[in-house]
């Protein structure tokens, strides 16, 4: 089994950022993949930044590429995501994806960006 926990979601002004981690436990070896999808109200789940086990090969949304950084600590099985400048469209559910054998999620957490 293996848990995936989100934590530093909330409400933060247009132009603020946030930083996203998710902490992974559990029975695994190691994670083919990490990284965070988000889904909007209405919106299907689309994914942000995806980073692979090796430094090469990391990949963002064009609508969030120069203002989000998702960096992996392996040896803390751990991934995080930072968003700076964050604009009103970026409000949605933010979820941590990790692949071993399998897909895996975390729960979700909320992030608004309102004045």
């Known amino acids: 089994q293996v848990q995936l926990v989100e934590s530093g979601g909330g409400l933060v002004q247009p132009g603020g950022f946030l930083r996203l981690s998710c902490a992974a436990s559990g029975s695994f070896s190691h994670f083919v993949v990490m990284g965070w999808y988000r889904q909007a109200p209405g919106k299907q789940r689309e994914s942000v930044a995806i980073?692979?086990?090796?430094?090469?090969?990391?990949y963002y949304a064009e609508s969030v590429k120069g203002r989000f950084t998702i960096e992996r600590d392996n040896a803390k099985n751990t991934v995080y995501l930072q968003m700076n400048s964050l604009k009103p469209e970026d409000t949605a559910v933010y979820y941590c994806?990790?692949?071993?054998?399998?897909?895996?999620w975390g729960q979700g957490t909320q992030v608004t960006v309102s004045s």
């Open positions: 994806y990790a692949v071993t054998t399998q897909p895996h």
């Open positions: 980073a692979p086990s090796s430094s090469s090969g990391v």
